[in-house]
């Protein structure tokens, strides 16, 4: 029976194809798809692997001491038990050869169809059971993950999809962690839904900057869906149809083209300069998170990188660090990707919804968003900021740098942030005969006390560029990444808007660049307004350069001016823009 999830569009486009659930914690597991030549060796290292677990299982039971309660040794018993079960251990191996998973997918794929069959069992005690499969999946992955670390064999990282003919997968998913969807980047997915996250939180950039269709905060929707449900995504209208009539699927069949053909003639407009009708030049730059992204940016029309949110160089490394000479080659590369053009490097930005490792999660601290997050982290870590910092430092030989500092709220921070530098200035003859680059200093504006205090650290900054992300959540105190509040979380609240008009002003009358790196510049909504506030300088997901671009070409930019006091002097000023045509 057909039925529709709803939740909150957050990457636009329609994505059909059939379900994987993926619960809770498993989403880091590798999937990929096995060579049809290497499915019998996939489905050994998948049952070697859980005669290994029930070996070790067996050995722990043996060694219990006499005095062990017997709830344990029973306890070790349904284990075992499960680690050999034909249900189990058959079922993961008919997704290796039917579907050609590998064997941490179908591991995985089959522990969710059995917990749905626990979690319908009447019986209290067996429904419970299903955490005891868990705690087993997760020691035959563990087996799986040593053996892939110390017998040298590598995993495929993600294969393609190179077996025509088969369906397109969706992921469905409780959540998605950020670091989590890059590694999807090259993968099986061609869309996904979870059941929590907000419009800004950081897996919904990554999916808008991947440009692949998303659903978030789409509440019960890894319980109602069904592994290999027939799902329609529409990214647009924040719904997923599961099970659609073959009317509903064809008239999505009949959009997915019509988007193409639109991406096609959008196409045209990509290295055509933006400037406004009346003559004013547009900045047109991309949010990137690794270094390769920075080509697909230039292949977008991106005249450079705005915002290189570093720190997903940073995150999943199982709390190991980057060295310096990793991230420097990484900034070398993508400016090397950027042949010439200017690359905004943010200092890392780890905390909140975006933690260093999935391990470590922030939820040891009460509130993780207003936690030692950002610039604060780095200056709390002086070996590792400065690390950093040696490391763009050395990459600014290879083209233009500038600098950006994430979360700015205290004067103090900054000129914190300036004696290291100078510090590791001062250091940098002895690392090299080169001279030292020069690069531009910058902050972001997106705490709302950075904008009141703008004209105490213009001065010591060459330019700004305001986080609409995070300035919206801390000035209305609303959760970016919560589901629960994202009806509160109001990109068009009158404060929101005195903040940015102020910012740009300011940074304006005194001589420095102010650019918006938030998903505000990608927002159609906003192109409008910002460009009458002034706004000269944007920055956002790749994908939406050619649709910003095209509402820029068409503009007035004096018109604008006029039209843009008179939405902030509005009441109410989204309904105010849309009187007036802007949004
Ligand atoms: C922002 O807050 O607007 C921003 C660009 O930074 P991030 O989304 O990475 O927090
Ligand atoms: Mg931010």
Redesign the pocket.
Known sequence: MSFQVFGIAVSQGVAIGRAVLVGAGRVDVAHYFVEPDRVAQEVARCEGACAQVAEELVALRDELPADAPPELAALLDVHLMMARDEAFVGGAREWITERRYNAEWALSAQMEALGRQFDEMEDDYLRERKVDLEQVVERILAVLSRQAKGGGESLPAALPRDFGGDDPLLLVASDIAPADLIGFRQGVFRGFITDVGGRTSHTAIVARSMNIPAVVGAREASRLIRQDDWVIIDGDAGIAIVDPSPVVLAEYRFRQRQAELEQERLSLWRHRPAVTLDGHPVEMLANIELPADAEAALAAGAEGVGLFRTEFLFMNRGGKLPTEDEQYLAYRAALENLQGRPLTIRTV?VGADKPLDRSHGSDHQLNPALGLRAIRWSLAEPVMFRQQLRAILRAAQHGPVRLLI??LAHQSELMEVRSTLDRVRAQWSTHSDQPCPRVDLGI?V?VPAAALILDRVLPWVDFVSI?T??LIQYTLAIDRADEAVAHLYDPWHPAVLQLIASVIRQARSAGKAVCVCGEMAGDLAFTALLLGLGLRSFSMNPPQITLVKQRILRADAAKLQEMAADVLAHEQPQERARQLGLA
């Open positions: 930005d994430p979360m972001m997106e986080g992300n995070d």
